[in-house]
């Protein structure tokens, strides 16, 4: 089992990246908060990795740290979220705010993950209530659930400026993700983020 890869990143997307080790390219999903974290093409990285072997295909994933690997192990756990899936809420919602929105029982904010409905939203609280809490590095600080609330105020008051426009919820839903993700470090006020996710749509 590969837990570890240290080289050079070859190439990086928001989702994924390729890293070359002694002359071998591995190509490993991550979530769009590690593309962020890790270094640029060309620089050297260590990436922690899950292999997930199946009938018909491997697949690496890579985590900027322990306490992501852990919760990424913890979401798999759960019947209905499969690996795509766990990778897709770590790009949603950082650990420190998983960790808080699971302890608060906040279905709802659950449900705005993605691929996550209300049943697996239930599933979450009621099995993972008791583990997360003993993930070491998932508490995160005060600050950066602070930081964390403030942009998904911002998603949310622009994806109710494009519904009030007459888009459909899942069109501008998709438009967001698709904004955010493209620029995983720009901080946007709403107004940015309506014109930059407009412009997706128009094209």
């Known amino acids: ?8 990143i070859v190439t990086k997307s928001p989702l994924e990246l390729v890293i070359d080790c002694g002359g071998v390219g591995y190509l490993v999903a991550v979530s769009s908060v590690t593309s962020e974290k890790l270094p640029a093409a060309g620089e050297a990285a260590t990436v922690l990795t899950m292999m997930i072997v199946r009938e018909d295909a491997m697949q690496l994933f890579g985590f900027h740290s322990d306490a992501e690997r852990e919760v990424f192990k913890l979401l798999i756990s759960i019947s209905g979220i499969g690996p795509k ?9 950082n650990i420190a705010e998983l960790r808080d929105v699971i302890m608060r029982s906040d279905l709802l904010r659950l ?25 070491e590095g998932a508490e995160g600080s005060q600050q950066e659930l602070l930081d964390t609330a403030t942009k998904r105020d911002v998603r949310d008051e622009t994806l109710a400026a494009m519904t009030t426009l007459g888009y459909p919820r899942a069109l501008a839903d998709k438009a967001i993700r698709q904004a955010l993700t493209a620029e995983p470090q720009t901080v946007f006020s709403s107004e940015q983020l309506l014109r930059k996710a407009l412009r997706l749509i128009a094209r």
């Open 1 to 8: 089992m590969i837990a570890q890869l240290r080289g050079t």
């Open 85 to 93: 899936i766990a990778i897709a809420v770590l790009s949603a919602i």
């Open 111 to 135: 449900q705005k993950l993605p691929g996550v409905g209300k049943k697996t939203a239930e599933r979450i609280i009621v099995e993972l209530r008791d583990k997360i809490v003993s993930v």
